[in-house]
């Protein structure tokens, strides 16, 4: 029992230091200090730099990779990307991006899957994996405006029973097995392919775009723990901000 604590004890230790060392690279990089495209030290300078293992700021690298600061060159190094002070507000809440809401939604199923070459690598799971797959239609005026597909990779005491399912965020699906996460949305118009339109209900001549809304959850150590993708009727969508400096 008291090696398992300390075992514990190491992990969450690992966990915040290099969170501290990602806030200082990050707080080095808004102020100036590393420029836009400037090379990062490499893992060894910045282990030295920090008294922190090689794994330690790879964690470090990847969480500032994962957030946007940094890009990384095979072979290279770690790069710094150009980073906006500027703040944008935007609600990411489906009542909000629908206009006038939805009136209901339709589970179609709920079930595990193995993951396909996509989700390997959006995931960052084997081939072996267990990955819990469920897909919604949302209606308004009794029209489906809206398809949600999310892929969440398996854990003990996941409720993949329809009975069980309700639609509720991403973020509230998996929060029973994280205590902490990141959220990283990315908003795309796409023109739907046939597999879509069938499953949307639109004609296959129908040329409209679609808005794309994908959501992916990671851990406190920068793992992929659920992916969301929400296709929209565009001309239903609106996606409003509030801009500060």
């Not at 990062?40 to 700021?57: C, N």
């Not at 470090?60 to 072979?75: M, R, S």
């Not at 409209?208 to 659920?226: A, F, H, N």
Request: one cysteine or more; hydrophobic letters at 35%.
């Amino acid at each position: 029992w008291c090696k398992a604590v300390s075992t514990m004890d190491g992990r969450k230790s690992q966990s915040v230091k290099y969170q501290q060392i990602a806030d200082d690279i990050r707080l080095k990089i808004l102020g100036g200090i590393y420029a836009q495209n400037e090379m990062l030290p490499s893992e060894k300078k910045l282990g030295e730099k920090y008294g922190a293992s090689r794994l330690t700021i790879r964690n470090t690298l990847n969480l500032l990779e994962n957030e946007g600061y940094i890009y990384t060159k095979a072979g290279k190094g770690s790069f710094v990307k150009g980073v906006s002070t500027d703040l944008y507000r935007i609600d990411m809440d489906i009542n909000s991006i629908l206009n006038g809401g939805y009136d209901r939604v339709e589970l179609i199923k709920a079930k595990m899957i193995k993951p396909d070459i996509d989700l390997v690598y959006e995931l960052k799971v084997s081939r072996e994996s267990k990955i819990v797959f469920m897909d919604w239609h949302i209606f308004k005026n009794e029209a489906i405006i809206g398809y949600d597909r999310r892929f969440i990779p398996y854990f003990r005491g996941l409720p993949i029973d329809e009975k069980d399912l309700t639609y509720t965020g991403l973020k509230d699906m998996i929060k029973d097995s994280q205590t902490d996460f990141r959220e990283e949305i990315v908003i795309n118009g796409i023109i739907p392919e046939t597999w879509l339109k069938e499953k949307m209900g639109i004609d296959s001549k129908n040329t409209d775009s679609l808005l794309l809304v994908e959501r992916k959850i990671y851990d406190d150590r920068g793992t992929p723990t659920g992916l969301d993708r929400l296709y929209l009727n565009a001309n239903e969508s609106c996606i409003k901000g509030v801009f500060s400096v």
